[in-house]
């Protein structure tokens, strides 16, 4: 006999409202449907009634956390219509904010993970850390979270000489509390019960359903856009592309614990080696395109993203398409969830699967199970997940 | 594989049912194909030359036409366009190439109108519930509803 559970659109184990209607047998998913229909802007729509110079400040509010990738692959994009490319400061210059502000989504992300998986304490102590790189965000760019850097032809500010200082003892922090915490994830029982062997993805489904990032690469594949099309200098810039073979839960936070530290020698190399001169170019505010298209891809703290553009040669995009790494990855989260063969998926996994694409699409306390055969609807609160989720015992099969 | 060759690969096999193939810079390509040989271009690319990886998929209102765009390739990547009349905006869905394509060609459905033969789940991925049925925000001739001033001219019921 099979149930359907709705989980959403409003629920504490993702940030954003998404609906996920879950068909069950027992603990047991058989089935799933992902519903997403609950916060579309339109802001696709929006950029075509607008002057460049003004849709740059919309895609930076697509998403706070990926804001800076946004804005580049906006910046991007226009450069690429405009035949300019940003001068070489610049380019590192982006690079140093890029992978600062993928710490910050990295931190994030696994201080929240770890909360859903009932780990109160290391959530607390990786939001700490992540206060640290948001001042460092903060001392470059001016701003905490939207820090509008990027902008057509270069950055908005040079870097102070005194910010470089703060910002390498900050790298040093980082790295050194990075450390700890991977030693604490490994040795941690709970965490490993949790998530090793859970939402299994296969490489060949990995790639199949499209999925993108770190996501993608802890399913052993080894495709990040700053390696195979770097747009920004990265062909300058060393680092290397973390992969992990176990395909699970827990490959999804190895991969993005070591992605810090490649972050943090990213920056460092990119202060060693910045190059002096202009630190952008001079553009003015209005503008028109000559008419083509183009297609920038960055890679975003939660994967690829892309962002293809058609010029009709006025001063506003004639097309602007927006693909986000969420929604490439939403794909394989049913792929997850659904049990098959020897690969089960229980209700008590699903804030775990859910939560390791590092989904971004709000919260709150609502789970309504609806049972068929007895006409019964039993509405369940936040507790009531989280101590479901939390009681799981895994067994050892 | 270098972008010319990509092109030439991609123009030799399929002559003249290639309309237009350019390089649009470094790492991009762009073909545009005719409508029955699309999929058979995105299955070619997929499988024959390698480039697995569905970036994205769009699609654009081009006046008279609504222009589908696959995006694929993991370092170069290749832009297989093709055109459908508006008034019957029907083509075979790619999903079973590359079910990466389920939710592209389902968004693209929603905000354009283009039917995907073959889906196996084309409902409404991104607009509301109460939208009304063949209303398409992306296209050209839809103008979005401007909202109203907060205090106009004339007083509201509460002054």
């Not at chain 1, 490489?203 to 770097?230: C, F, N, Q, T, Y």
């Not at chain 1, 000559?290 to 890679?299: D, I, K, M, Q, Y």
Request: charged fraction near 30%; proline fraction near 6%.
């Amino acid at each position: 006999m099979s149930f359907e559970i709705p989980i959403g659109p409003q629920h504490p184990i993702h940030v954003e409202p998404l609906m996920l209607r879950l068909t069950v047998e027992g603990e047991l998913i058989v089935d799933v449907d992902v519903d997403v229909s609950y916060i579309h802007k339109g802001i696709e729509k929006a950029l075509e009634t607008r002057p460049y110079i003004q849709g740059l400040y919309l895609v930076e509010r697509i998403c706070g956390i990926c804001n800076a990738a946004h804005s580049l692959c906006y910046c991007l994009n226009i450069e690429q219509l405009l035949g300019k490319e940003a001068p070489p400061r610049a380019k590192y210059l982006r690079i140093i904010v890029e992978e600062l502000s993928r710490i910050h989504s990295h931190l994030l992300w696994l201080g929240h993970y770890f909360h859903t998986l009932g780990f109160e304490t290391l959530f607390m102590y990786f939001w700490r850390d992540r206060e640290r790189v948001m001042d460092m965000l903060e001392l470059i760019t001016g701003n905490r979270v939207i820090t509008s850097y990027n902008t057509i032809g270069g950055v908005r500010r040079d870097l102070a000489p005194e910010a470089e200082q703060n910002l390498r003892r900050a790298l040093d922090y980082i790295e050194e509390r990075m450390r700890y915490y991977e030693k604490v994830i490994d040795s941690e029982p709970t965490i490993l019960a949790r998530t090793q062997g859970v939402g299994i993805l296969k490489p060949e489904d990995a790639v199949k359903m499209g999925a993108v990032g770190p996501h993608l690469r802890a399913s052993r594949i080894k495709h990040d856009i700053r390696l195979d099309d770097p747009y920004s200098g990265h062909d300058e810039v060393p680092f290397n592309v973390v992969t992990w073979d176990t395909c699970d839960c827990y490959a999804r936070i190895k991969v993005r614990v070591r992605e810090v530290y490649e972050c943090v020698n990213m920056i460092r190399y990119a202060l060693d080696h910045i190059p002096s001169g202009d630190y952008r170019l001079k553009i003015p505010s209005f503008f028109k395109t000559p008419p083509g298209e183009s297609l920038a891809r960055v890679e975003a703290p939660r994967g690829e993203l892309v962002h293809y553009s058609i010029s009709d040669g006025g001063e506003k995009p004639y097309r602007y398409r927006v693909r986000t790494p969420t929604l490439a990855n939403l794909l394989s989260v049913t792929e997850m969830l659904r049990s098959r063969g020897d690969y089960e998926v229980y209700i008590a996994d699903v804030p775990a699967i859910l939560g390791g694409i590092d989904p971004c699409i709000c919260c709150s306390a609502r789970i309504v199970i609806t049972d068929e055969a007895r006409r019964r609807r039993m509405t369940m609160t936040l507790d009531d997940i989280i101590r479901l989720s939390r009681e799981r015992r895994v067994e050892k099969r | 594989m270098s972008e010319e060759e990509l092109l030439r690969k991609i123009s030799e096999k399929f002559g003249e049912k290639v309309l237009e193939a350019k390089a649009l810079g470094k790492r991009r390509i762009s073909v545009l194909v005719s409508t029955d040989a699309y999929k058979d271009v995105v299955r070619y690319v997929a499988q024959d030359l390698g480039l697995e990886f569905l970036s994205c998929l769009s699609g654009v209102d081009r006046g008279d036409n609504l222009e589908i765009v696959a995006h694929l390739g993991y370092s170069t990547c290749v832009l297989i366009k093709t055109h459908v009349p508006k008034d019957s905006p029907i083509i075979d869905s790619i999903t079973d190439i590359l079910p990466a394509a389920s939710f592209y060609e389902r968004e693209t459905h929603d905000l354009l109108g283009i039917v995907f033969g073959g889906h196996p789940n084309l409902k409404r991925l991104f607009l509301p519930e109460d939208w009304p049925e063949g209303v398409h925000p992306l296209r050209k001739d839809y103008a979005p509803e401007q909202p109203k001033p907060l205090r106009g001219g004339e007083r509201g019921e509460n002054g």
